[in-house]
């Protein structure tokens, strides 16, 4: 990368809650030709540092008021944080109003869930809603075009190096605004939470309905932790899917724990949403035979990768992550052997949720648990699901829970349907592809290349749609995986489709894109056509004759 793509850090905006390491941040922007610019205590603390630093009001002129609620909230430092440099109008406004732009903002939050967890006052957690913080976050993040942003002090020392070496890069810039609304979305979830529980408790304190006499059936959601123990419940959770939703964790079998009763090593309590990504990510992962890792957001996996035996699982981990390295932001991550302190090295500049392996180097372990929110679990064993159930109004669906073991799902029972056999390099990725593809929403279709995917079209209601999101995610989020542009990725990959294509337009989509090769179920009465295309294109296609939807 060079100097040239990066933006120079010539102003930053440095107001912070917590001290630690701002003065070493300081320094080298400082020491770099940068401005600072910063507020109340964290100019103080950077000044008795001996460092040169800008106060806030003399910039905006207007001194700090309503005991420091009121500092930043003002168009000179909004205007520098808000204007996008990319456009000759926003600059020529800053010069008309004589404000200077920025180019990073370092800020973290009042400690809001900090102050709730140690009994504090109604009065105290009041003020600890940040309000200024959050807005500088968000116009910061909003503004990644011409603003990079960094919200806790882990992220302190890469900034301090991207200012070494001439600023960050655009892709750098999204990545950090990624992190900083996923902190901006947990502090406002955990204010939510809390109004919430105020509210819960005022309603305890109003009058009592008056019975009916008509006796209501008890939820399994009201039952006292004594009786709800003896049908294996063992935690209520915050909440479940949504805030307004309340919810338990029940172990259904004790002899075999998987992640219901796996072993919590560090971080915060599990939530409903984690154990549903958290199962989602063990089960892609443990479909390989092979090392593997797969990240998943929102019950989807947005990267698989496999390595060989006795390759570092680490490059397994940075080939998932390297799959769509924006939406990794605040996933879960699985793998299916030890996580090595390479890996973890990999980890912890990341935000994540939850990560699961079947063990951790000591090394690795130390290092992710300074990740005081990372909820690190120990997992035994194959993942396993003899059945699967799901509640409908009026009755439940069950069904044997769908695994890669049907007849066509090995190689030796594909039937090559157009094109030249595929080579053993092909073969690999093909059968890496086809194994991925379970474990993403229908309609799915996913883009692979030596061992890991590309590019995932997930969850659409056609499969057309899928195709385009593929190719487009392929083809677009390489950039973030390698820090500057990427090749098109989708060319020269092979594409698995979980169900079969109903017409050729979606499997155009993938010849025009660069596939070689194409594996899917057959069975459309239109195969012909599809087949017919890929046959004109000389692709590579073969039929399973098995379908793995997952709605």
């Known amino acids: 990368m060079s100097t040239a793509e990066r933006r120079p850090i010539r102003r930053a905006l440095l107001s912070v809650f917590d001290k630690t390491g701002i003065v070493d941040l300081a320094r080298t922007l400082a020491e770099q030709g940068a401005e600072i610019v910063s507020t109340g205590s964290t100019a103080s603390t950077i000044r008795d540092a001996g460092i040169a630093v800008t106060e806030v009001e003399t910039v905006t002129g207007f001194p700090e008021m309503l005991d420091g609620r009121v500092k930043t909230l003002h168009p000179r430092v909004h205007g520098g944080i808000l204007a996008d440099q990319r456009l000759e109008s926003h600059r020529d406004q800053l010069a008309e109003h004589e404000i200077a732009p920025f180019d990073l903002v370092v800020v973290n939050l009042y400690p809001f869930a900090e102050t709730v967890a ?6 105290e957690i009041i003020e600890k809603i940040d309000v200024g913080g959050p807005t500088m976050v968000r116009g910061a993040a909003k503004n990644f075009a011409s603003v990079a942003v960094v919200v806790d002090p882990e992220g302190y020392p890469i900034a301090a190096e991207a200012a070494e070496e001439g600023g960050f890069t655009l892709a750098e810039r ?9 902190r901006t979305a947990e502090y406002d979830e955990a204010i939510s939470d809390w109004m919430l529980g105020q509210l819960a408790e005022d309603d305890a304190d109003a009058e009592p309905e008056v019975e009916t006499g008509e006796e209501e059936i008890p939820s399994i959601l009201d039952l006292s932790d004594a009786d709800a123990a003896e049908l294996g419940i063992t935690a209520t959770l915050r909440y479940g899917e949504n805030p307004h939703q309340r919810a338990r964790l029940a172990v259904t079998d004790e002899t075999v724990p998987g992640i219901a009763g796996a072993e919590q090593l560090g971080g915060k309590a599990m939530s409903y949403n984690n154990y549903v990504d958290a199962d989602a990510a063990v089960r892609a992962a443990h479909d390989h035979a092979r090392p593997a890792v797969a990240v998943v957001k929102h019950n989807n996996p947005c990267g698989v990768a496999v390595v060989d035996e006795g390759q570092d699982i680490a490059l397994a981990h940075a080939r998932a992550h390297g799959t769509d390295p924006v939406s990794a932001y605040g996933g879960v991550i699985a793998a299916n052997r030890t996580v090595t302190l390479a890996m973890a090295q990999q980890v912890k500049p990341i935000f994540t949720e939850v990560i699961l392996a079947p063990g951790y180097e000591d090394e690795a372990l130390e290092l992710l648990r300074t990740k005081k929110n990372l909820r690190i679990l120990k997992l035994e064993g194959q993942y396993s699901r003899g059945v699967e159930m799901r509640e409908i109004w009026g009755g439940m669906l069950i ?16 039937t090559l349907a157009a094109g030249e056999a595929a080579d053993e390099a092909t073969l690999a990725d093909l059968e890496f592809a086809w194994r991925s593809v379970r ?3 229908s309609n799915a279709i996913l883009l692979a290349a030596d061992g890991a995917a590309v590019g995932i079209g997930m969850g659409q209601v056609n499969r057309l749609d899928s195709c385009r999101l593929a190719v487009s995610r392929a083809n677009s989020l390489g950039e973030h995986a390698e820090g500057e542009a990427a090749p098109e990725r989708a060319r020269g990959a092979v594409a698995a489709s979980d169900a079969f294509f109903p017409f050729a337009d979606g499997v155009q989509i993938l010849l025009d894109a660069g596939v070689r090769a194409i594996i899917q179920p057959g069975g459309s009465i239109r195969d012909d056509e599809v087949i017919e295309a890929c046959r004109a294109a000389g692709v590579t296609l073969y039929l399973t004759g098995t379908r793995h939807f997952a709605h």
């Open 174 to 182: 999204q990545e950090l605004a990624t992190i900083a609304f996923t």
């Open 439 to 441: 474990a993403v929403k």
């Open 118 to 123: 140690a009994g504090g006052s109604f009065a």
């Open 399 to 414: 069904q044997d829970a769908d695994r890669v073991d049907a007849g066509g799902d090995a190689p030796a029972g594909w």
